[in-house]
């Protein structure tokens, strides 16, 4: 089967900004207006096409990140919704891997918030292209002008306005395109989907001659050939000639273009779309993937976006399906992929047969015979298949750069509250887990609870609601509890012999361990300085073993230990008597003995907290911060609020949206996500442990 549509004219882009910046409102209306939906569904009523889970249209934001395909002036525009809550930053963080490019949706009253900062930060971590549209024009304190000197201040980007408002709040009626010089006045009775093209207001002129030249003259930067014309007379430039030029330089990251509108009364949005086709990246404007050979990690390979080179691809998301199993959305990078055929899962090593293939429209899906290079797609069949594993033909294969996750930083335990619901809780954890790297399930091997980790309460709230609603299992949860790490300052040497002699073969194992603290996030670092045959090669991986059996169940409070350098520098064997056994639980003992001399210390996840408050608020919200074992970093005003920036222990700050609302009768509003893991405060670190061994005790009692 021939390609649908010609790659040049293919665009895989994601949404991304803020919570209830109207990420989701703007794509309803890019569906409406693009023939996708017939009708335009409100994220605030429950009816948005996107937000199709029940937590979802419950809340009013995005949980997961949707996927849907839409044809727009002979265009494909492949888009992903995804969330703006920080606790599902993993959705964002998956998405940006896989897109070309995207559109960065901004509160024209509110600008530049803190989740709209952490996506912006992850789009420039993959160099992804961005065209910035300022929604909610409409809204009392609207200003765009304001906005793009945030976006250029806060953000560092290089903004060149494409269009103006006329108006703004209750008076913005249209746009002004600079690239035409023309106004574009909606028509409200028609749901905005009329407009008509008029000449410039005669009060906005000065200001759309202003902005013009300013578009120009950054324009012109970017095209080496365009600057000669310039400076002979700006009028020699043609509209085609900047608009080859904005491409030019979005695509490379060195300017953003800006728009404006209101994606709830209809404004701005069909602008948009064009805007999408003329200046964010084809899947042929980038540069080929680069990879390498699985057997032979060291050599670079390159996959050229074609549909006849070899066919390689990326799982970037798992969802669980009611009715068809487990869904693999992929991204194709490069060849064909038919259904019914086999790729190989170069991660797992595995061989797989992909059953059908689905062009996703949120949760509607079409089958399609076939894939191609550019395109985004889901799978069923792929059951090995987890998020980060790359896709490959059997004869010639490549192995893309996986992507890395956060490491959950709160959990809770959980028990199903009858013996029916115990199998569809596992059930449930299970997919849950294959679909959420950030979420993880262990059972604790002494209290024989199921402990469920995650990125924040938000999170292992919809989790749990999830079971309950997906998996018909109720469960009874235990109250939050926070992720602390163990590790250690100081570095020692340790020698220590196991030697078991009961009646018939004895066990020996005999080894000197250097424990030294390693760099924060280094994890752990095991080598091997064994010279002259002290301790036969055999041995070694259960040395090792032993080591990271203690290391996760902790030494000094009973928590994981992190970062550490482990130096095996000598030991001793018995022919007869040496096992793989005698030396692991050598090497356990040894580093259990070697940890506790070496001051060992406990370590607690810190969040970066964001607050906007009236300024009437200020004192009592900075002296409960204090309070919280915080540190202010930074107060700004904004209009008439105060940002206050803070880092704060998540132990403290279990709760703080209830504490907040009352503190500030319900006007301030606040984001945190994951910062670091910081040492404890010794007298707090005591209160822990102790904590720590009543748990142990009353639950052997």
């Known amino acids: 089967m021939a390609r649908r549509v010609n790659l040049e004219k293919v665009r895989n882009i994601g949404i991304m900004a803020h919570i209830d910046a109207g990420k989701t409102t703007l794509t309803e209306r890019i569906l409406f207006y693009s023939g996708r939906s017939h009708k335009i569904g409100e994220s605030h009523d429950g009816a948005a096409v996107m937000d199709w889970m029940k937590q979802e249209q419950e809340r009013g934001i995005t949980i997961t990140s949707a996927a849907t395909t839409c044809s727009w002036q002979g265009h494909r525009i492949n888009i992903i919704d995804t969330p703006g809550h920080v606790d599902f930053t993993v959705e964002v963080e998956r998405s940006l891997r896989v897109l070309d490019g995207t559109v960065a949706v901004f509160c024209a009253v509110g600008g530049v918030e803190p989740q709209a900062e952490k996506v912006w930060h992850q789009s420039n971590k993959y160099a992804v292209p961005k065209i910035a549209f300022i929604n909610k024009m409409d ?93 002979e007379s700006e009028d020699l430039i043609t509209k085609e000639e900047l608009i080859k030029a904005v491409r030019k330089g979005t695509i490379t990251n060195k300017i953003v273009p800006a728009l404006c509108g209101s994606a709830f009364k209809n404004k701005g949005v069909q602008r948009l779309l064009d805007a999408v086709n003329l200046y964010l990246p084809s899947p042929l404007d980038l540069p080929p993937i680069e990879g390498s050979d699985p057997q032979n990690p060291d050599k670079k390979m390159v996959r050229e976006v074609k549909d006849d080179a070899p066919f390689s691809a990326l799982a970037f998301k798992v969802q669980s399906d009611m009715h068809m199993g487990k869904l693999i959305y992929f ?53 090995h298949t987890t998020t980060g594993d790359t896709l490959s033909c059997l004869d010639n294969q490549v192995i893309l750069e996986a992507m890395e996750f956060p490491a959950p930083v709160i959990s809770t335990s959980i028990k199903p509250e009858s013996q029916a619901d115990q199998d569809r809780i596992a059930k449930g954890l299970n997919r849950l887990s294959e679909e959420d790297p950030t979420f993880t399930v262990n059972t604790n091997t002494e209290t024989k609870e199921t402990i469920i980790s995650g990125m924040g309460e938000l999170h292992l709230e919809v989790i749990v609601d999830r079971l309950r609603r997906e998996f018909n299992a109720s469960a009874k949860v235990g109250a939050p509890k926070v992720a602390y790490k163990e590790t250690v300052l100081g570095s020692v040497k340790e020698d220590y012999r196991y030697v078991k002699q009961t009646g018939g073969r004895g066990q020996y194992g005999h080894v000197v361990l250097e424990l030294s603290a390693a760099k924060p996030s280094e994890g752990f670092d095991f080598q091997n300085s064994i010279k002259g045959g002290a301790i036969p090669k055999e041995y070694i991986p259960a040395i090792e073993k032993g080591i990271i059996e203690v290391m996760k169940k902790g030494v000094y409070a009973g928590y994981p230990v992190v970062d550490v350098k482990v130096n095996l520098v000598d030991g001793s064997y018995h022919e007869v008597d040496s096992s793989e056994f005698a030396f692991k639980m050598a090497a356990g003992e040894c580093f259990k003995r070697a940890f506790n001399r070496c001051e060992p210390i406990l370590l607690e996840p810190h969040m970066s907290v964001e607050i906007l408050t009236p300024e009437d608020y200020m004192g009592a919200v900075v002296g409960d911060i204090c309070s919280r074992r915080g540190k202010v970093i930074n107060i700004d005003s904004k209009d008439k609020h105060q940002v206050i920036s803070a880092e704060a222990p998540l132990a403290e700050m279990f709760g703080y949206a209830s504490s907040l609302r009352s503190l500030t009768s319900g006007r301030a509003n606040y984001s945190m996500h994951f910062e670091k893991y910081v040492e404890v405060p010794y007298q707090i670190a005591e209160g822990i442990i102790e904590a720590k061994k009543k748990e142990k005790g009353q639950k052997k009692t």
Do not use: C, W
């Open 331 to 383: 991204r194709v990078y490069s060849g064909k992929l038919t259904a019914g055929s086999y790729v190989q899962n170069v991660t797992k090593g595995k061989k797989e047969r992909v059953g059908r293939i689905l062009q996703m429209h949120a949760n509607e899906r079409e089958s399609r015979p076939d894939i191609y290079a550019g395109d985004i797609a889901a799978a069923v069949g792929l059951d």
């Open 139 to 231: 809204r009392a304190g609207a200003d765009f002008f304001a906005v793009i000197k945030e976006i250029e201040e806060e953000l560092g980007a290089n903004v060149i306005p494409l269009q103006i408002p006329i108006g703004a709040e209750e008076n913005f009626r249209g746009i002004i395109d600079l690239m035409e010089m023309k106004a574009y006045v909606y028509d409200s009775d028609s749901l905005g989907k009329n407009f008509h093209i008029e000449d410039i207001p005669s009060e906005f002129i000065e200001q759309a001659k202003k902005y013009h030249h300013l578009m120009v003259e950054k324009a012109v930067e970017l095209e080496d050939s365009l600057m000669e014309k310039y400076l």
